[in-house]
């Protein structure tokens, strides 16, 4: 396994396995590697010749520095969990090579619409900064394939949307989520709960599935059942920020004509902001 720094020897990498008819897939990560970002690595693996994985933490998505400090980075154990998946390329570049003329004056990308809906109403710049960077490694890897999670339910639309929009030749596919036995879908920012913390954890699917449940039974009354649900999650320990049920192909609100819901959960526990969604076929 080669872990490259620079995006030079990137490209001289990417040159050589394109030379040699190699396909190539792609996994963009942060780090702080867990099973789910395994699984897409294996999904990769079983997608293209060549495995790309790249480590970075992208100061672009953040909106505060403190939460960009405190980002978990274990770049050395990840680059053992790669290795043993047989990883070709780790891409971990400082955030100097990524941005070397520093973030304000650096060209973005930014998805209208998607963007600036639920998460990304939350969390102003977030999604410039994802879409920014996952343009920039599409860029400079040129991925058959590239693998996302489907966690980050909004994230994927907005990259599938990218990437029809701005005609990269580029299969994405949605890997479902990875969960504990308990249902917690794992995450990154799993690492900061605390031990009383992660039993509360898997509330948040709790109340997801049982709203899962309401609206594959015919139930409709969507402000109805948000607001019981609120209730519910606080009733668990956490703290609320951020429930939508939506329509899952315009993340736009319920119509009757609607195919598919996605429930959209984001809830604090301590320092920790947990996130899960879950697709619901109307139907039937």
Not at 126 to 147: E, I, N, Y
Not at 241 to 258: F, H, K, N, V
Request: glycine share 6%.
């Amino acid at each position: 396994m080669l872990i490259v720094e620079t995006i030079a020897l990137l490209r001289q990498e990417i040159r050589r396995h394109r030379l040699q008819g190699k396909r190539i897939a792609l996994v963009p990560t942060m780090g702080s590697l867990h099973d789910g970002h395994l699984t897409l690595v294996d999904e990769a693996r079983a997608r293209g010749d060549i495995v790309v994985t790249s480590i970075f933490v992208n100061p672009m998505q953040f909106e505060h520095a403190d939460d960009l400090a405190r980002y978990p980075r274990t770049l050395q154990e990840d680059c053992e969990k790669l290795n043993r998946r047989k990883v070709d390329i780790v891409f971990a570049p400082a955030p100097a090579e990524v941005y070397p003329e520093g973030l304000d004056t650096h060209t973005y990308v930014e998805v209208p619409v998607l963007s600036e809906v639920l998460e990304g109403a939350s969390r102003p710049g977030h999604f410039r900064g994802v879409a920014t960077v996952v343009s920039k490694l599409f860029h400079l890897v040129q991925p058959d394939v590239a693998c996302f999670g489907e966690k980050d339910f909004q994230q994927l639309a907005i990259i599938r949307k990218m990437v029809r929009d701005m005609g990269f030749d580029i299969e994405i596919i949605g890997v479902p989520t990875v969960r504990a036995k308990d249902g917690l879908a794992l995450s990154s920012r799993n690492a900061y709960l605390t031990a009383e913390e992660r039993k509360l954890a898997p509330g948040l699917s709790q109340v997801m599935n049982a709203i899962a449940e309401r609206l594959a039974n015919g139930e409709r009354h969507v402000e109805e059942i948000l607001a019981e649900a609120e209730t519910a999650l606080q009733e668990k320990g956490l703290r609320p920020d951020g429930l939508a049920i939506c329509d899952a192909d315009s993340l736009q609100p319920l119509t009757t004509e609607s195919q598919r819901a996605v429930i959209l959960m984001a809830g604090w526990l301590g320092k920790a902001r947990l996130i899960d969604n879950q697709q619901v076929d109307l139907t039937q």
